[in-house]
């Protein structure tokens, strides 16, 4: 596995990490639950020491397909911080490509910063709209907002 | 004393201008449109206008009054157009921010 790959938990490992059944062992749980989508495997294999042999077990989370690497997999409900927010962050972020080209990074790095769930993104979208609408484009902020809250489901 | 005074003053005000056109044009980039965009481009218009204009501060004494009263006028409008500009700037930013 490589060091700076970044992980996150699927629909299945989404469900598994938020309920309380006993499907995974502890250790693997623990693991689980320190996969954000955001943080690199090195990272996590440096910092988490409460969970042991961290890389074995994230292959092994890998390998039940409870963790991915490949954004396009995710296909989990949009209110769980964890995937599927990453990739409603992604769509948002194509958006903002779309409509702001160039001038996108700005945009881009507060959607990243954001949580995954509807309403800080939906509070995100406020703030990039302010940002577009002040040093970008007055029309293009509320075509942004109003189409990246059809994206959010808001 | 006088003379060495207004000397010092008017090439600190140079140097100043210069220190502010040069952040006039940095932030241009970062700037490209929308309700700031606008109106820093003309901003930068006027702070280029302001250090040409205060380029020629040390050669005062060699105008004509009438020439050098006009320059002064000058200053000053603009200077009031500049001030105008940038409050209504700051005046929108905050409205804008507290909506």
Known sequence: ?154 | MGFNLSTILNFSAILIMFYCLYLALSLKSSIPGGMVGKQWNFLTILVTLFTFGFLTTPFFDQLPEDILRLVVSLIFLFGAIYVVVTVRLIFNIIRELTE
């Open chain 1, 1 to 154: 596995m490589r060091p700076d790959l970044i992980l996150f938990r699927t629909a299945k490992g989404e469900e598994i990490a938020h309920s309380h059944s006993h499907q995974i062992s502890a250790n693997l749980r623990r693991a689980l639950l320190v996969v954000d989508g955001k943080t690199s495997v090195a990272n996590i294999a440096s910092k988490v020491f409460w969970v042991s042999d961290v890389v074995a077990v994230l292959q092994e989370l890998y390998a039940l397909e409870l963790i991915h690497d490949d954004i396009s997999t995710i296909q989990g409900e949009v209110s769980q911080t964890g995937g599927a927010g990453l990739l409603l962050k992604v769509k948002l972020a194509n958006l903002a490509k779309e409509l702001l080209g160039n001038n996108a990074g700005r945009v881009i790095k507060k959607i990243e910063d954001a949580d995954g769930t509807p309403d800080a993104l939906e509070d995100a979208l406020l703030a990039c709209r302010k940002l577009i609408k002040l040093t970008i484009n007055d029309e293009l902020a509320d075509i942004f907002l109003r189409r990246g809250r059809v994206l959010i489901g808001k």
